[in-house]
């Protein structure tokens, strides 16, 4: 709810009302974060003990997802994770004035109440040495928690960096001396990610370049718009030619305007370059943020592709060595935080079944409500406009890692819920009294 992709809302039908679709982010967010009582647990059935053992590589969303519905499933789970705290990328990646660092460990913790055994600071470099000694199953679901850095004449050079190594040290709150002035390389949410930490940790001046132009870029507007609301200077449309150094530590970033790029059939990179406009992008430190690999030690027993993620069977996620799974962006590299969740418990799913289980996870934790048919009652209802919550103002945001979003009021999840055009009702009002009746009203 906090920093979900929301890829349901692109298909949500009040898009062809009025062009806006219902916030289903921003309720889902409120719901869990108004969720005292947890009537939903009362519902919530671990199966009978199977006997057998599952380990998981990997305490992020798709680790801790799969081995929530392992241990449903009636098996004992460990779940091994090389940082000191569960969450992966939610906690070590993504920066905790997008999502607080309290809101991860309840959930982890939630996890945890069904008897998962999680072993922090240790890090799993042989999935046979887990089989030998004595579990049944294995799930490689460590992520790609390490950066790439382009391979550019200089990017050796001391003060270069990649977007990951400095997400993971501020959100371990380790001091970064990164001088006056930091180049951010890259156009996506990680670029800015990374760019906004460096305005909260004291950097003066934060130049994010990137090849997109103004309005094309990959991260989302609202990065974009707060980035620059918090000062982070953008250069649009330049392609990077070489980190320059003095000394053995980087002086600043050489680039080149670009006129247009294109990728051929092959996916290489074509650009129309601007003769005459290569210069200097001066700062004391340059950070990467083109994109990420895993780092997974070479005996972990396992095909790799060349890229060096592991190579799995879509089908059942099997990865050819018995008894060892891969699932998430290990697999895949970096996708929505969604779609890791999506891919341990499709994983889940499949390891119970080669543990003997039938693969049925799936849970129903409440009554299936039915929908009330008063659909466009209230005054106005086809042009009700879209309710954003209320943002942090940029001068609170300066030198801390306060959350920016503060999510709804109760009374704009309520407003906000009201242009539900209810979507579902027809499942309920054909062929019944209720559609007579919802036909009269």
């Known amino acids: 709810g906090n920093i979900c992709s929301r890829l349901c809302e692109l298909e949500c039908k009040r898009n062809s009302l009025n ?40 305490a992020g969303p798709c680790g801790m997802t799969a081995a929530y519905y392992l241990a449903l499933s009636g098996h004992e789970v460990t779940v091994f994770e090389r940082q000191p705290e569960a969450g992966g990328m939610l906690s070590y990646g993504i920066p905790e004035y997008r999502l607080s660092r309290d809101v991860i460990r309840k959930e982890m913790a939630e996890i945890l109440e069904d008897g998962i055994t999680l072993k922090t600071s240790e890090n799993i470099t042989s999935t046979g040495e887990l089989l030998d000694n004595g579990f049944d199953a294995v799930l490689i679901a460590a992520g790609a928690s390490a950066g790439k850095k382009v391979p550019l004449p200089g990017h050796e050079n001391a003060g270069v960096y990649t977007a990951i190594e400095i997400l993971q040290k501020a959100s371990m709150g380790n001091v970064l001396e990164l001088g006056k002035t930091v180049a951010v390389l890259g156009g996506g949410n990680v670029a800015f990610d990374a760019a906004r930490v460096c305005t909260r940790i004291g950097v003066e001046n934060v130049k994010l370049i990137c090849l997109e132009k103004a309005g094309a870029m990959c991260a989302d507007d609202v990065e974009v718009i707060e980035g620059r609301e918090e000062g982070i200077e953008i250069l649009n449309s330049k392609s990077l030619l070489s980190i320059e150094a003095e000394n053995g530590h980087a002086i600043g970033v050489m680039c080149v305007d670009v006129e247009d790029f294109s990728f051929s059939p092959e996916g290489q990179l074509q650009l129309k370059k601007i003769e005459g406009s290569e210069a200097l992008v001066e700062a004391d430190s340059i950070i990467f943020a083109t994109g990420q690999k895993t780092d997974l ?108 979003d503060l999510g709804f009021s109760t009374d704009q999840a309520g407003a906000e819920s009201e242009r539900c055009l209810q979507c579902d009702l027809r499942n309920h009002i054909s062929g019944t009294k209720m559609w007579t009746d919802f036909i009269k009203n």
């Open 19 to 58: 062009e806006s679709p219902v916030s289903i982010r921003n309720l889902k967010r409120f719901a869990a974060e108004n969720d005292h009582e947890k009537i939903w647990k009362k519902n919530h059935k671990i199966k009978s003990a199977s006997g057998k053992k599952a380990a998981v590589i990997g």
């Open 297 to 404: 030690d070479s005996n972990i027993g396992v095909n790799l592709n060349r890229f060096g993620f592991v190579i799995n069977n879509p089908e059942d996620y099997s990865t050819g060595k018995e008894g060892v799974f891969a699932a998430g962006d290990v697999v895949t590299g970096t996708r929505f935080v969604i779609e890791a969740v999506n891919a341990g418990r499709k994983a889940a799913s499949k390891i119970d079944l080669y543990l003997g289980g039938d693969g049925d996870i799936a849970e129903i934790l409440t009554e299936k409500e039915v929908p009330d048919g008063k659909v466009g009652k209230i005054d106005g209802f086809g042009s009700l406009h879209r309710i954003e919550p209320a943002v942090l103002d940029e001068a609170s945001r300066c030198g801390n890692f306060k959350c920016v």
